[in-house]
């Protein structure tokens, strides 16, 4: 295996593209807090993880516009009183213009509701749950998230914890093509062992840099055209 490229001499370029160390740093974001994610209710993030789900493969400035809908017709997104949607009343959503009439979406926001209430239970919170994950083993979040809830495979899950302000490197392209241009990975990294072996560079990166997930992502899709 050749030697692991510093982070440092990655940043550099990354710099260099982005006008200077100012104009990289205004494209940096801080995920939140072990305590802001514990802060943060139930609710907010089955609302988030559906506007997720719902959004795939639509415009998302479109699905945003009709979210306040979502919201009334799900009775705000409460895990517990969405998971206790009947079967009957769930199926008569499919008449309902208001929203995106899409079965499998419509199944899977009471499947999630239900199994983040599970969790909230266990935990303390989902949030508590997602705080306590070490980031030095996201993929193994991304792994969970798409076995006990409904539709979040893909890159869907690494999205949603970045909408919910959990720090996570996501596999984009820009992301991967860095990754292959420093000599982290060769290809794309698709399958479990694939993945691990990105944690594992990101997190000998972390070490070095002192840098969040996120924020090294964005500087990897920064070092490439």
Do not use: C
């Amino acid at each position: 295996m050749t030697k692991l490229t510093k982070f440092a001499n990655i940043r550099k370029t990354a710099e260099q593209r982005a006008g200077g160390p100012a104009g990289l740093k205004n494209m940096l974001s801080k995920s939140k807090s072990a305590a802001a994610l514990k802060k943060l209710p139930d609710d907010r993030y089955l609302s988030m993880m559906s506007l997720r789900v719902f959004s795939s493969g639509l415009k998302h400035s479109m699905v945003a516009g009709k979210w306040p809908d979502f919201e009334e017709i799900f009775f705000g997104f409460e895990p517990k009183r969405v998971a206790a949607i009947p079967d009957e009343d769930l199926e008569a959503l499919l008449k309902e213009s208001r929203i995106i009439r899409h079965w499998g979406e419509i199944k899977a926001t009471r499947h999630n509701a239900a199994a983040m209430a599970e969790i909230s239970a266990a935990h303390g919170g989902f949030g508590a749950w997602l705080a306590a994950w070490p980031a030095d083993d996201i993929v193994g979040l991304w792994e969970e998230l798409q076995t006990r809830f409904s539709q979040l495979g893909g890159a869907s899950g690494p999205y949603f914890l970045r909408m919910a302000g959990k720090d996570t490197f996501i596999l984009t392209r820009d992301t991967v093509k860095a990754l292959n241009k420093w000599g982290a990975v060769k290809g794309e990294p698709k399958g479990k062992k694939a993945r691990r072996d990105v944690q594992l560079v990101f997190n000998d990166w972390a070490a070095e840099s002192g840098l969040g997930l996120a924020q090294m992502s964005r500087i990897l899709a920064a070092s490439v055209d």
